[in-house]
C-alpha cells in the first residue's frame, strides 16, 4: 500500500502502544519500515536475551521512554551503568522483584525526568532506599514500592515521610505489603503530596480509620483509594461523614473487608462520582445494602463482587437493572449463580465487555428461553465451573460472537465438540485457555479455522500430536502456545506446530515427552521463537544457551511469565483488563 512515511510512522506507534513486540515483524519487510519501527518503539525489556546487544539496542532505539530489568542473573547496578552510557531519558523506570535496589546516583544513569518508578517486590528494600528515590527522581508522579520482599519489612515511617517531603508532585503512591508503617506515613503523604490522585495501602495493619478519614478530607484531588481490612482492628469502621469530603473519588477498591450495610449507605449516600468500585472477598453485607448502593450509582463501569456467597440468580436479575453503564463484571465464587443469572445480564448490558464467573455453578440451569441477542462481549473467563457443558458453551458462542478472549480451564465437562462450536461462532477469538479440560481429549479431522488466534493454553489435557497437527493448520497465527503437562504431545506434534505457526514466540512443554535434541532444530526452524520451556529434566549447555541467544531465544525452566499479561485474568488484574476493553 502506497501511504506516506508519515502514515505508517503513525499505525507503528499504535502498534507500539498495544504491544511493541509486534514491532519486530514490521521491521522485516522493508528498510523503511525498519527505519521508522527503530524511531517509534518506546519500551524495552532488558532479558538474558537482550543482555548481549545491550549497547546496540539502546543505540539503535532512540525513542525509548520506558525500560524494565526482568529475567536475568547479572549485577543489576553494572547494567544501569551501560543503560547510563546511552544518554536515554527514560520517563519509567521498572526494576520490580529485583534483588536489591540498585543504586542510580552512582550509576549516572539520567532521572531527573523519570516520572514513573516501579520497585514492586524488590529485595532488601528499605528507608534509605525511600531517601534516595526522594533526592535522585525529583519529579517523580507515580510510585509503586508495594510489597518489599523483605521479612521483616525494613521500611518505616521515618522513609515515607522523608520520601513525601521531597516528591510534592506526586500523583500515584502504592505502599501496600509495607506492614510497619502507621498513620504517620499517610498523613506526611496526604500534607506534603497535595496533588495525590491515588493511594494504595492494602495490608499495612497499622493504618487506623481516622488516618482514612483525614486522607479522604485533607487530599482534594483524590480520585482512587483502596485498602483492605475495614471493619477489622485498627479500622473498625468508618465515621458517618468519612465519604463526604472525597468529592473527586472515583475509584474505591475495599477488598477484603467487613462491610456492613450501613457503610454501604454511607458509600451510597455521598454521592461521590464513582466509576469502579471493587468488593471482592468482602463479607458482613448482605443483598439489601449492595441493592442500595448499586440503585445510586447506576453510571458505574466496573464491579468487582467476587465472593458475594449469598448472591442468587434472581438477586443478579435484580440488580442487573443498574448495569446499564457496566463495562467490567466479576462475579466470581459466587457459588449460587448460574447461567441463568449470565444471559440476564448480558440481555439487559448492552455496553457489557468483560465477564468473569470463575468458580460459579454455570451449568446446572435450564434455560429455555431463546434470545434475540448478539452481545458485545470480548472477555469471558468461566474457569472452575464444573458444570459447565458443550451445550452450554455453544450457546454462548452464539450470544456472544465477538469475543476475542475465553478462558474455560478445569472445567471437566467440555469436549472437543463445545470448543469445535465457539471456533465456527467466534471468529475474532484471540485467546483460548482449555487447561486440564480433561474432557478434550482430541480435535478430530474437523472444518475450524482460528485464524486470529495468538494465545492457545492446554496445560494437562489429552490433547495428542494428531491435535496439534490440526492445530498446525487451522491456527497459524499463535504467537503463545503453552503446552504443560500434556502428556501425549512428542517431538513429531511439535515440529508440525513449530514449522507451520511462522509467529510463534513463545511454547511451554514441561512434562511434554519432546526430545531435548531437537531446540537447535527449532530455532532454525522458526526465527520467531523467543522463548522455550523444555521437558522436565533437561538442563543446557552453556554452548546450547549461548547459541540459543544469538538467534534471540532463551531456554527457561519458569514458565510463570510464559503468556503476556494480556492474557490473564488471575488476580487483581482488572486494572489490566479495563485497559484492555476501553
Request: charged letters at 25%; proline letters at 3%; glycine letters at 6%.
Amino acid at each position: 500500500m502506497d501511504l506516506p512515511e508519515e502514515c505508517w510512522e503513525l499505525i507503528c506507534k499504535a502498534i507500539d502502544e498495544d504491544d511493541y513486540r509486534f514491532l519486530e515483524s514490521v521491521s522485516l519487510v522493508s528498510t523503511l519500515f525498519l527505519s521508522i519501527t527503530n524511531r517509534v518503539r518506546s519500551t524495552f525489556v532488558v532479558t538474558d536475551r537482550t543482555l548481549p546487544f545491550l549497547n546496540r539496542h539502546l543505540l539503535r532505539f532512540r525513542s525509548l521512554k520506558r525500560i524494565r530489568f526482568s529475567d536475568f542473573n547479572q549485577d543489576l547496578n553494572s547494567i544501569l551503568l551501560q543503560v547510563s552510557r546511552s544518554g536515554l531519558d527514560f520517563e519509567s523506570v521498572d526494576v520490580s522483584q529485583k534483588r536489591y535496589f540498585p543504586d542510580f546516583e552512582k550509576s549516572g544513569m539520567m532521572t531527573k525526568n523519570v516520572k514513573e518508578l516501579k520497585c514492586y517486590g524488590v529485595g532488601g528494600f528499605r528507608d534509605s532506599d525511600l531517601v534516595s528515590i526522594g533526592v535522585n527522581f525529583p519529579f517523580l508522579e507515580k510510585l509503586d514500592i508495594g510489597y518489599p520482599n523483605s521479612i521483616p519489612s525494613r521500611v518505616s515511617d521515618f522513609g515515607v515521610i522523608e520520601l513525601s517531603s521531597n516528591l510534592k508532585g506526586l500523583l500515584k503512591i502504592n505502599i501496600s505489603g509495607n506492614s510497619f508503617i502507621t498513620d504517620k506515613s499517610l498523613i506526611a503523604l496526604s500534607q506534603n503530596c497535595l496533588l495525590l490522585r491515588e493511594i494504595i495501602f492494602r495490608d499495612c495493619d497499622f493504618i487506623s480509620s481516622d488516618c482514612i478519614k483525614f486522607v479522604l478530607r485533607n487530599s482534594r484531588n483524590l480520585e482512587s483509594l483502596a485498602i483492605n481490612g475495614i471493619g477489622l482492628r485498627p479500622r473498625e469502621s468508618l465515621s458517618s461523614d468519612a465519604f463526604l469530603f472525597a468529592r473527586c473519588l472515583t475509584e474505591l477498591d475495599l477488598s477484603d473487608s467487613f462491610l456492613s450495610d450501613e457503610l454501604l449507605c454511607l458509600i451510597a449516600d455521598a454521592k461521590l462520582p464513582l466509576k469502579k468500585l471493587l468488593l471482592s472477598d468482602c463479607h458482613g453485607f448482605t443483598f439489601d445494602g449492595i441493592l442500595y448502593l448499586l440503585a445510586k450509582y447506576q453510571t458505574l463501569v466496573h464491579l468487582n463482587l467476587k465472593g458475594a456467597n449469598f448472591l442468587s440468580d434472581e438477586m443478579v436479575m435484580e440488580l442487573g437493572m443498574f448495569f446499564r453503564s457496566l463495562i467490567f463484571l466479576n462475579l466470581s465464587f459466587c457459588s449460587k449463580l448460574t447461567g441463568l443469572a449470565f444471559f440476564s445480564i448480558i440481555e439487559r448490558c448492552v455496553s457489557l465487555r468483560c465477564v468473569i464467573m470463575v468458580g460459579t455453578n454455570f451449568g446446572v440451569e435450564e434455560y429455555s428461553k431463546e434470545l434475540d441477542i448478539k452481545s458485545g462481549i470480548k472477555f469471558l473467563y468461566f474457569s472452575r465451573n464444573h458444570n459447565l457443558r458443550d451445550e452450554c458453551l455453544e450457546k454462548i458462542s452464539r450470544h456472544c460472537p465477538f469475543l476475542e478472549s475465553l478462558d474455560v480451564a478445569q472445567c471437566p465437562g467440555i469436549t472437543r465438540d463445545g470448543i469445535l462450536e465457539v471456533s465456527r461462532n467466534c471468529g475474532e477469538l484471540r485467546s483460548l485457555d482449555i487447561s486440564r479440560c480433561t474432557g478434550v481429549r482430541s480435535l478430530g479431522v474437523v472444518d475450524f479455522e482460528l485464524p486470529k488466534l495468538e494465545s492457545l493454553r492446554a496445560c494437562g489435557t489429552w490433547i495428542d500430536d494428531e491435535a496439534l497437527d490440526m492445530i498446525s493448520k487451522r491456527c497459524r497465527g499463535l504467537l503463545h502456545l503453552d503446552l504443560q503437562g500434556c502428556l501425549n504431545v512428542s517431538s513429531r506434534g511439535v515440529k508440525e506446530v513449530v514449522q507451520s505457526c511462522i509467529r510463534l514466540r513463545e511454547i511451554n512443554l514441561k512434562y511434554c515427552e519432546a526430545d531435548n535434541k531437537m531446540f537447535t532444530w527449532m530455532v532454525f526452524a522458526n526465527p520467531s521463537l523467543r522463548k522455550i520451556v523444555p521437558p522436565c529434566g533437561f538442563s543446557p549447555t552453556k554452548k546450547l544457551e549461548n547459541f540459543l541467544l544469538r538467534h534471540g531465544c532463551v531456554i527457561s525452566q519458569d514458565s510463570s511469565e510464559l503468556l503476556s499479561i494480556a492474557y490473564r485474568a488471575n488476580g487483581r488484574d482488572d486494572d489490566t483488563l479495563t485497559r484492555l476493553i476501553i
